[in-house]
């Protein structure tokens, strides 16, 4: 059976042929390894394989495993990718280094006042719903640009990007368009506003050669390096 640190090798194999034929450096999109549904073991086995990003998508299990691998903090970055809820933002703001999935207000200004001054501020990502009306989460393109004004004056957060969880698709050129559509929403803000947002957080395991393709920055991939999830 495949061990983890096989999968990673295969995976930034994987990584470095999708960069090549962008004509795009390697080192212009990073590894988020997501490790939701599985035990800190497999982050440890990870992390002795190189890996230093990790992102969990429920807060509770998020904050349990940051707590069970506190031997390793100083040396791992914890993304959170999943939903908010603002009882939950105090802990989030707390204990992780980057939060993808603001996509409303409120959650970003509690991030903010909670974030304790003694750590960095918060990077963030605003979540972009670019599959209209299948997805329930994520904030309406015509809503970004406030939304982006707003957060990006907030003063315990760094705005970084753009994040999106397009529908599934089969074929890469319909993998394509929702990835080109949030790469295009990250260009107008920066130049309707003046901002310098550096990450786009899209592609996952079964579509990070299209991500790659329209410019991703940061590829998130769980089921590719630990095998099929549990639960969904
Ligand atoms: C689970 C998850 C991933 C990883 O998905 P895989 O298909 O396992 O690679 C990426 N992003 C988000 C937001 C997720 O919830």
């Known amino acids: 059976m495949a061990t983890i640190a096989d999968n990673l090798y295969q995976l930034h194999h994987r990584m470095e042929t999708a960069c090549a ?3 795009r450096p390697v080192q212009s999109v990073t590894l988020l390894v997501v490790s939701k549904t599985f035990p800190g073991d497999a ?21 349990d495993k940051i707590a069970e691998l506190q031997d390793l903090r100083a040396g791992l970055e914890w993304h ?3 939903p908010l809820q603002s009882n939950k933002t105090r802990a989030v703001a707390e204990a992780f280094d980057w939060v993808h999935s603001i996509d409303r207000l409120k959650i970003a200004q509690r ?4 974030r304790p001054p003694s750590l960095p501020p918060l990077q963030v990502c605003l ?18 640009p406030d939304l982006a004004r707003t957060v990006a004056a ?30 295009r929403l990250l260009q107008a803000l920066n130049q309707a506003m003046g901002l310098r947002l550096d990450t786009l957080s899209m592609g996952m395991s079964a579509d990070l050669e299209a991500a ?3 410019g991703a920055t940061m590829v998130r991939v769980g089921s590719a390096i630990f095998g099929s999830r549990p639960r969904a």
């Open 21 to 23: 034929a962008a004509s």
């Open 154 to 183: 907030l003063p315990g957060l760094a705005l970084r990007g753009l994040m999106a969880i397009p529908e599934p698709a089969d074929d890469l050129q319909a993998q394509r368009q929702p990835h080109r559509e949030l790469a």
């Open 111 to 114: 991030l903010s006042e909670q």
């Open 43 to 63: 982050v440890r086995e990870a992390h002795r394989a190189g890996e230093r990003r990790f992102g969990e998508n429920y807060v509770q299990e998020g904050l």
């Open 80 to 82: 959170l990718i999943g």
């Open 212 to 214: 790659i393709l329209e």
């Open 127 to 144: 979540q972009v719903n670019v599959s209209g009306e299948a997805s329930k989460s994520g904030v309406a393109p015509a809503e970004l």
